[in-house]
């Protein structure tokens, strides 16, 4: 006698059917979901993983461009400070105690004082006040006399020179070019002086008897002197 109880086969072949049905498309990295509750799920997972990639993606963006934004400011500012200290003028030596001021009258000069005496112990650093050409350097005030000892003269773009005098050591040649504020030479008590100092002068020329106080035209250029 035949059975009316329905056949396992008849039963099975339903389920292909009911999962082609539930197939889920994920457009989003080209996932595929298949499934019923499970595969929704699955696809939910990757929705997120996507919204998640995608968020990842935006912030690392926005770092970049402000990275990107920071260095360019780097390079503005770095570019501004280089242009501020090469208009600028500073003081040829730190530490310093003002001795012998420009003008003065006295038994030690020919005439009077040619320039300022920045007192500071043998060996201070010696700097370019501004930037320009060394167009002097040598003993015997390099041409200027032997009363200066060992001497630098700098040439500066505004017409004007700067001059360094009784050095214990002299860094630069003749021909340089040196930029504010970079080392030049040390100093010393060489030449007609009586004590460790930096004989600082602004000529008009690149020669004795061309110089103007030096400490007014720093002060101008807004050197705290």
Known sequence: MLSRTPSTCSRRRTV????RAALVAVGVGGVV???GVGSAAAAGNSVV???????????VEAQAAAQAKAASAGVTAARTAAAKTAASWVDPVQGYTLSASFDQAGSLWQSSH?????AVPTGTEVVAAHGGTVVKAGANGA???AAYG???????????YSQYAHLSRID???GQVVATGQHIALSGSTGNSTGPHLH?????TADYGSAVDPVAFLRAKGVTV
């Open 16 to 19: 292909p059917l009911r999962a």
């Open 49 to 59: 993983g996507a919204l998640s990639t995608s968020g990842v993606a935006s912030a």
């Open 150 to 160: 060992n001497a630098i003269v700098i040439k500066h773009a505004d017409g004007t």
């Open 143 to 145: 041409g200027d006399g």
């Open 114 to 118: 040619s320039g300022q005496d920045f």
């Open 172 to 174: 630069v040649r003749v």
């Open 200 to 204: 600082f002068e602004i000529r008009t």
């Open 33 to 35: 979901v298949v499934g």
